[in-house]
């Protein structure tokens, strides 16, 4: 089995690409860093009996004033910008693994009701998707967050989701559309297997390829939108870490010279964005035979 996926083509792809590598590195190494934050980070940045105003907006450890363990300096709460950030990269990670999960696997389902049924059902689930998507996910977030007057990580998760699960349903619905009237579906429906065994035996397996590659991409788009939302002061708490609000702050004192308060946590999510990008770029083009690599 080791030896057949050694030499697999997929596997071949990858090994031969430099920024898929370069990516999945990156990738891995910024989730390590996220879920081992509690043992790699100085402080934890959240405990308030941690957190000194002594330690006010220091500078990287570098620069004149800086010292330890504050290695990319302070915040104006005395918090660490480096132990911040890998607490910030944690929520970020969980924001949008939670809603590729939750969104994809509902667009997923309603794609495939619709792409096989067709019909009223296809009709009901693409006229909803159209609505949906002729709305900004972002207004949409904000209209929901508004609605229930709160921010917090499963308000914002909730929040994406309602309009997010729609980019899945319709990529799943056209893959359904051109498979199931292949041969071997049609030899299913002829040997008397029920509609859920042709769904999730025969077909589901075969069309569900493109949303990999869906899901690569909106996890970028999904951490990118939770950021934007806790930069305008809508998402997640204030007791939440986060590298948009982490920006948000730092933003008020970029004037006065304390640039590390905005230039870490941006590159940081710049870096995050960046990898599953390279990684989403590969996977699109190693799933789709049609692309002249």
Not at 33 to 55: E, G, R, T, V, W
Not at 103 to 123: H, N, Q, T
Not at 184 to 198: E, K, L, P, Q, T
Request: include cysteine; charged fraction near 15%; hydrophobic fraction near 55%.
């Amino acid at each position: 089995m080791n030896n057949r996926f050694a030499k697999s083509k997929l596997l071949n792809n990858f090994l031969h690409d430099p920024s898929a590598i370069i990516g999945s590195f990156l990738l891995v190494l910024l989730i390590s860093a996220a879920l081992f934050a509690p043992l790699i980070a100085p402080q934890n940045p959240y405990d308030l009996k941690k957190i000194s105003l002594d330690n006010f907006l220091l500078p990287p450890i570098w620069m004149d004033g800086g010292k330890a363990p504050f290695l990319l300096g302070t915040d104006d709460q005395g918090r660490g910008i480096f132990s911040t950030i890998l607490f910030g990269c944690r929520t970020s990670l969980l924001v949008g693994f939670s809603v590729v999960t939750l969104a994809g696997s509902f667009g997923v389902f309603m794609g495939l009701m619709a792409g096989y049924y067709g019909g009223k059902i296809d009709a009901v689930v693409m006229r909803l998707a159209d609505i949906l998507f002729s709305f900004s996910t972002t207004l949409l977030a904000f209209l929901l967050i508004g609605i229930f007057r709160e921010g917090g990580l499963v308000v914002v998760i909730f929040a994406i989701c309602i309009a997010d699960w729609v980019r899945y349903a319709r990529t799943m619905r056209g893959s359904v559309l051109e498979i199931k009237e292949e041969s071997y579906i049609m030899a299913a429906h002829a040997s008397g297997a029920s509609d859920f065994r042709v769904i999730f035996r025969y077909l589901m397996p075969n069309a569900i390829a493109p949303v990999f590659v869906v899901i690569a991409v909106d996890l970028a788009v999904v951490i990118m939108l939770e950021a934007t939302l806790s930069f305008l002061g809508v998402g997640v708490s204030l007791t939440e870490p986060s590298l948009g609000m982490m920006i948000a702050i730092g933003k008020n004192y970029i004037y006065a010279g304390m640039w590390w308060l905005v230039v870490f946590p941006g590159v940081a999510l710049i870096l995050l964005v960046i990898a599953i990008n390279l990684f989403a770029d590969w996977l699109r083009e190693a799933l789709n035979p049609k692309i002249n690599r």
